[in-house]
T-cell receptor, first 112, second 117 residues
Framework: GENVEQHPSTLSVQEGDSAVIKCTYS??????FPWYKQELGKRPQLIID?????GEKKDQRIAVTLNKTAKHFSLHITETQPEDSAVYFC???????????FGRGTSLIVHP | GAVVSQHPSWVICKSGTSVKIECRSL??????MFWYRQFPKQSLMLMAT?????????EQGVEKDKFLINHASLTLSTLTVTSAHPEDSSFYIC?????????????FGPGTRLTVL
């Protein structure tokens, strides 16, 4: 089955800095890669996703890059703000099963 | 995005009792619903996948007789924790998706905090 590794487990940055979270996956058939933000005690919220036919996608301060050859994808947050503090999860799924496999999560702390 | 509700948001029960958690997709028909369990500061652990009208597919290590899942309609799935024990205390989250429409995205419910005394 699919295996998703996520790093780092904790990331601490100063307000205004950039944050990068990296994930690798094992199943070359995976073609959908969403990123979720989960605040304490709340539901995961989709913040951005990318499909395997695209190498990069951007939405304001958030961007995701995908390297299919290396089987890794990354989340980039620029100009971080304290409200970006949360746990971020990457996931991978294939068109065949649609069942997502989640990474272990990254706790992002943005210091004002 | 689509809206998924979950009820109750929290529940406290005595050891040995059963607890039912409901997951509803409010504005779309969910062909597939997922049930997850999440421990503090840990990732989402998939428990089972259910498709409307068919039996749920449980992940390895998840007891199907203990965690009963019913997906009777395209908008409702239920998870019943039978004979709950303190080690079942956790945050349970459902998600719903309409994969038949060609979209991979799943929408999460707000979660249910279960505490077993």
């Amino acid at each position: 089955g699919e295996n998703v590794e996520q790093h780092p487990s904790t990331l601490s940055v100063q307000e205004g800095d950039s944050a990068v979270i990296k994930c690798t996956y094992s199943d070359s058939a995976s073609n959908y890669f969403p990123w979720y933000k989960q605040e304490l005690g709340k539901r995961p919220q989709l913040i951005i996703d990318i499909r395997s036919n695209v190498g990069e996608k951007k939405d304001q301060r958030i961007a995701v890059t995908l390297n299919k050859t290396a089987k890794h994808f990354s989340l980039h947050i620029t100009e971080t703000q304290p409200e970006d503090s949360a746990v971020y999860f990457c996931a991978a799924s294939s068109g065949g099963s649609y069942i997502p496999t989640f990474g272990r999560g990254t706790s992002l702390i943005v210091h004002p | 995005g689509a809206v998924v509700s979950q009820h109750p948001s929290w529940v406290i029960c005595k050891s040995g009792t059963s607890v039912k958690i409901e997951c509803r997709s409010l504005d779309f028909q969910a062909t597939t619903m997922f049930w997850y369990r999440q421990f503090p500061k840990q990732s989402l652990m998939l428990m089972a996948t259910s498709n409307e009208g068919s039996k749920a597919t449980y992940e390895q290590g998840v007891e199907k007789d203990k965690f009963l899942i019913n997906h009777a309609s395209l908008t409702l799935s239920t998870l019943t924790v039978t004979s709950a024990h303190p080690e079942d205390s956790s945050f349970y989250i459902c998600s719903a998706a309409a994969f038949a429409s060609g979209y991979n995205e799943q929408f999460f419910g707000p979660g249910t905090r279960l505490t077993v005394l």
